[in-house]
């Protein structure tokens, strides 16, 4: 069984400019959320995709958002992007949260460096 | 606000002994943790978890427990292996969530010294 796909790995982009990055789940998990990881802060959530809609939001500005497709994968947008952004994108996801308590399986992770 | 909190910044110990990591959270109405354990340039893999109406879980060699009056909860991991080495993360959710969105503590990173 594939695990959570995520591209691009790694990217370089420079202040003021916008990235995209994918993700693609397990098959059969309609969950996908997204985080962020800086070095001393963990993980900090981004929001979260369930069928197309989003349940959950993080306290993160307006430049970042995100969307699902109905084959439940998602992309993030960081528009005019600050040094700040710079960090470890990671997406997980999870079974139909009526399932329970959820364990969140994630990616790789896509690094973003921002000059 | 830091509602979940890893004190320990890292933690080193020798191989065979006991590793205790230590998690603190500030959300009384948290009733879901886990542990995720992180190797560098993968993503967290999930370790074990605890819902609140438990003060303890097994798995192997790893056991959570949950002071819920303490607001604390601790994984111990017996005994130690150097493939143990990694950054360990705690993490919270609730009330009753069934979401992805977990609060997660900023982890510490564990060195087991062969």
């Known amino acids: 069984k594939a695990g959570v796909t995520q591209t691009p790995r790694y990217l370089i982009k420079t202040r003021g400019q916008q990235v995209t990055l994918s993700c693609s789940p397990i098959?059969?998990?309609?969950?996908v959320s997204w985080y962020q990881q800086t070095p001393g802060q963990g993980l900090q959530f981004l929001f979260e995709?369930?069928?197309?809609?989003?349940?959950n939001k993080g306290n993160f500005p307006g430049r970042f958002s995100g969307r699902q497709f109905s084959n439940s994968r998602s992309e993030m947008n960081v528009s005019t992007l600050e040094l700040g952004d710079s960090a470890l994108y990671l997406c997980?996801?999870?079974?139909?949260?009526?399932?329970?308590?959820?364990?969140?399986?994630f990616g790789a992770g896509s690094r973003l460096t921002v000059l | 606000d830091q509602q979940v909190k890893q004190n320990s910044p890292s933690l080193s110990v020798q191989e065979g002994r006991i590793s205790i990591l230590n998690c603190d959270y500030t959300?009384?109405?948290?009733?879901?943790f886990l542990w995720y354990k992180k190797y560098p340039a993968e993503g967290p893999t999930f370790l074990i978890s605890?819902?609140?109406?438990?003060d303890k879980n097994e798995d192997g060699r790893f056991t959570v427990f949950l002071n819920k009056s303490a607001k604390h909860l601790s994984l111990h991991i017996v005994p130690s292996q150097p493939g143990d080495s990694a950054v360990y993360f705690c993490?919270?959710?609730?009330?009753?969530?069934?979401?992805?969105?977990?609060?997660f503590g900023q982890g510490t990173t564990l060195q087991v010294k062969p």
């Open positions: 997980a996801s999870s079974l139909d949260p009526g399932a329970g308590a959820n364990v969140l399986t």
């Open positions: 098959s059969g998990h309609r969950s």
């Open positions: 995709y369930f069928s197309e809609t989003q349940r």
């Open positions: 959300n009384s109405m948290f009733d879901y």
């Open positions: 605890i819902s609140s109406i438990k």
């Open positions: 993490a919270a959710s609730g009330p009753s969530s069934n979401t992805g969105k977990l609060i």
